[in-house]
């Protein structure tokens, strides 16, 4: 069963718009709530992570939200490039265990 | 330093063949973790390796599926009597310790079985 669920499963975007991507959980076990980016023919890469004591993360340009009570986190991309096409993915982790991965939301940021 | 490197890039099989895939972890790193996407499909856990402690190998699919972990550095994972479900990217990852530290991607290795 897959135990993060990730929305949408695509997104089109003009650059500079800001790309919202959505993921909740049900596991209360989990503390610790990573994003990796891949690019075709590479292995994904961490991103950004956020753990449950914080709601809000920024680097850069992209921002992790998280609620805690709604059991819902999210990825937003601000002022995007054609550069962050990609495959993005949410993941889930309770300590001493495997990450939990989202199916992934294929993003194109137009020019 | 190198990032964790796998091998074959890709590799093409006949259904029943056996096939083994490699995975050179970063240097030091004691974890290792070997993972399966398929298309539209995520990543799916198959099995970790921490040290020198006995593997995690809760998300392997069969009993065809097996990895052994040599020297606490080099992974080869093999599956055995391949079936056409089998095609998919093998994804290899390193982390410095296990737990929620970052876990390092190697670039797959791409499996088809015709």
């Known amino acids: 069963q897959q135990q993060v669920k990730q929305s949408p499963q695509s997104l089109i975007v003009q650059k500079g718009g800001i790309p919202i991507i959505n993921c909740a959980y049900e596991?209360?076990?989990?503390?610790?709530f990573p994003w990796y980016q891949q690019f075709p023919g590479k292995g994904p890469a961490l991103l950004i992570a956020?753990?449950?004591?914080?709601s809000e993360k920024k680097e850069g340009r992209f921002t992790i939200s998280f609620n805690k009570s709604a059991k819902q986190f999210s990825l937003h991309i601000m002022d995007s490039q054609p550069g962050d096409s990609a495959t993005y993915f949410c993941?889930?982790?309770?300590?001493?265990?495997?990450?939990?991965f989202g199916k992934g939301t294929s993003l194109l940021v137009t020019p | 330093g190198a990032g964790v490197s796998q091998s074959p890039s890709n590799k093409v099989t006949e259904k029943g063949k056996d096939v083994e895939l490699r995975c050179d972890p970063i240097?030091?790193?004691?974890?290792l973790y070997w993972y399966r996407q398929s298309l539209g499909q995520g990543l799916e856990f198959l099995i970790y390796?921490?040290?020198?402690?006995?593997?995690?190998k809760s998300g392997l699919p069969s009993d065809r599926f097996s990895a052994e972990r040599t020297g606490g550095s080099v992974s080869t994972l093999t599956i055995q009597r391949t079936q056409q479900e089998d095609s998919a990217v093998y994804l290899c990852?390193?982390?410095?310790?296990?737990?929620?530290?970052?876990?390092?991607f190697g670039p797959g290795t791409r499996l088809t079985v015709l």
């Open positions: 990852a390193s982390s410095p310790a296990w737990g929620t530290d970052t876990q390092y």
């Open positions: 596991n209360t076990a989990f503390d610790y």
């Open positions: 956020i753990r449950p004591d914080v």
């Open positions: 993941a889930a982790q309770a300590s001493g265990y495997a990450l939990n």
């Open positions: 240097s030091g790193h004691t974890a």
């Open positions: 390796f921490q040290g020198n402690s006995a593997p995690d």
